[in-house]
């Protein structure tokens, strides 16, 4: 790339930079500095405007860039992530969000604490949503600098450097100065700037090929060099048995671990009611359903128009379909429309990282302070000295996920997505099903199904080819693979649930009935809920 994209594409990144940091500006000033105010705007977003900002946290760096540059690269095979994380609502609607919105006022946590003791459920449900938060954020990260060095050429590995720095430090600001309300509204303005990048791009690339949907298919199996093998399963995950198994363990993380998010957990209690909250999902389905359908049009737009060589060329984990896309469909390197619309893509993009880190960094610091803080002080804190820690979680926080995603940078993101969703499904799904729906479930089983979980998820991914054994690992030059698979969920989620029943079984103690009477009509029937 030369020069000429950089001045359009920073200047539109920077526009957008000032009306986010314009909204953090003006909601810090007109806050009242509670702890409700903090994590969860007040309550006083209505089910349109929170599906909106629930698309807009969930549709991240790994939806645009990631998902489209798989689909670019393996064809079919890619398009199951777009599957997974559209069927993955279905989970969120029916089981969780009406019945976490009763039971909880801010995280994870209060949802499974309100029937168990709460000081070592708070600490081990703290501990894993953090553990997943910043999985999440690494992807993020990684999706920055792949931006910045495509905008660069690729020749600047400094200036990758200084991308991933340089959103940790907004998201930190976007969260200590706003919270839950700037986070919100800023994730509704991205997730209108992506609907409508995607919605462009989508309409460019059928008109390119007269709006035939076969002959965008049959042009893109072509390009690719594998013909029809390439619009069938297999051709990332059909070679030998682990490939197969990973496809397996992979679609049980997509499709189970969204409901064990604690940012997308947490988008629930900014709405006044249950009823609101299911509206809010019914919403954010609608968007991500349409969004979803359209990343599969851009992949195979990408492999057609682009060519997977190209984006390989450009990125080996093809994390740049999306922008080379753009480019040509412009009018090609050195045209002004090409030009205009890749600056557009690429700030779009950006945007879409800095909403989510926001979102990802406030859920983080508030397990941080509201779970881990407030349960090793032993006693609660006032409102105001846990947001005060909040905020200075959200820099610790920022500070880990920059460093991670420094040493990450060469992976498709939305790969790194799905190691997150797995440790979300293993550690933070068993515990929150279990406490819903087990009349006899314990403390000591809400204990074990989060570390039974969590735990193996994390071994598992460091005993794989993600970080040793292979050219494509974190650190190639060694190797201490001893676990076949790249996504630990096939082994990790079903752990999660079996601790959860053993350390139930095998404890002394009485489960309480008149709590979980309690916990059971709340979650039903509102009654009682914050």
Not at 3 to 10: F, K, R, V
Not at 66 to 79: E, K, P, Q, R, V
Request: contains cysteine.
């Amino acid at each position: 790339m030369t020069g000429n994209y950089q001045a359009p594409a920073l200047l539109l990144f920077s526009a957008f930079v000032a009306v986010t940091l314009g909204i953090t500006t003006w909601v810090s000033r007109n806050r009242r500095g509670s702890a409700e105010e903090f994590y969860a705007g007040g309550r006083l977003f209505s089910p349109m405007e929170n599906g909106f900002a629930i698309a807009g946290d969930y549709m991240s760096a790994a939806s645009f860039l990631g998902i489209s540059g798989l689909i670019a690269l393996f064809g079919y095979d890619g398009l199951l992530y777009s599957v997974g994380f559209l069927v993955a609502w279905l989970v969120v609607l029916f089981l969780v969000a009406e019945l976490v919105r009763n039971c909880g006022r801010f995280t994870l946590a209060d949802v499974v604490a309100a029937r168990m003791s709460e000081r070592p459920v708070r600490i081990a449900v703290g501990i894993s949503s953090v553990s997943v938060s910043v999985l999440y954020l690494v992807a993020q990260m990684v999706g920055a600098g792949t931006l910045v060095a495509l905008l660069l050429g690729g020749t600047s590995e400094a200036a990758r450097d200084w991308t991933v720095i340089g959103v940790g430090a907004l998201m930190v600001v976007y969260v200590s100065l706003g919270g839950m309300r700037a986070t919100t509204w800023i994730q509704i303005v991205k997730a209108v700037l992506l609907m409508g990048g995607a919605i462009a791009l989508s309409v460019l690339v059928l008109m390119r090929f007269h709006g035939d949907v076969d002959q965008l298919l049959r042009s893109a199996a072509e390009r690719s060099g594998h013909r029809d093998a390439f619009l069938a399963p297999g051709l990332k995950y059909g070679g030998d048995w682990s490939a197969r198994l990973d496809f397996i363990s992979l679609g049980l993380a997509l499709v189970l671990g969204t409901a064990g998010l604690p940012h997308i957990l947490s988008r629930f209690y900014t709405v006044p009611t249950a009823r609101a909250a299911r509206r809010s999902v019914v919403w954010s389905i609608g968007l991500i359903g349409g969004f979803y359908l359209m990343t599969i049009v851009l992949g195979f737009g990408a492999a057609a128009i682009v060519g997977p060589d190209a984006v390989r060329r450009s990125n080996a984990a093809g994390n740049t379909a999306v922008p080379l896309l753009a480019l040509d469909l412009g009018g090609g390197p050195g045209s002004t429309g090409g030009t205009v619309l890749f600056a557009v893509v690429a700030a779009i993009a950006f945007a879409t990282i800095l909403a989510v880190v926001a979102g990802i960094t406030l859920a983080s610091s508030a397990s941080v302070a509201h779970d881990l803080y407030a349960s090793l002080r032993r006693r609660r804190g006032k409102p105001r000295g846990e947001v005060a820690v909040a905020r200075a979680a959200a820099v610790g926080t920022g500070v880990v996920a920059i460093g991670l995603g420094l040493l990450a940078r060469d992976m498709n993101v939305a790969f790194l997505v799905g190691l997150a969703f797995a440790v979300a499904a293993s550690a933070n799904l068993p515990v929150l099903l279990y406490s819903l729906f087990w009349r006899g479930f314990t403390t000591r089983g809400a204990v074990w199904a989060v570390y039974g979980g969590l735990v193996p998820a994390v071994a598992l991914v460091l005993l794989s080819p993600v970080v040793s054994g292979s050219p494509e690992s974190l650190f190639p030059g060694v190797d201490f693979q001893y676990f076949p698979l790249e996504n630990p969920g096939l082994v990790s989620i079903p752990l999660g649930f079996l601790a959860g029943w053993l350390g139930t079984v095998m404890s002394a103690e009485e489960p309480d009935e008149a709590r979980h009477a309690e916990t059971e009509v709340r979650s039903l029937t509102g009654a009682g809920a914050v």
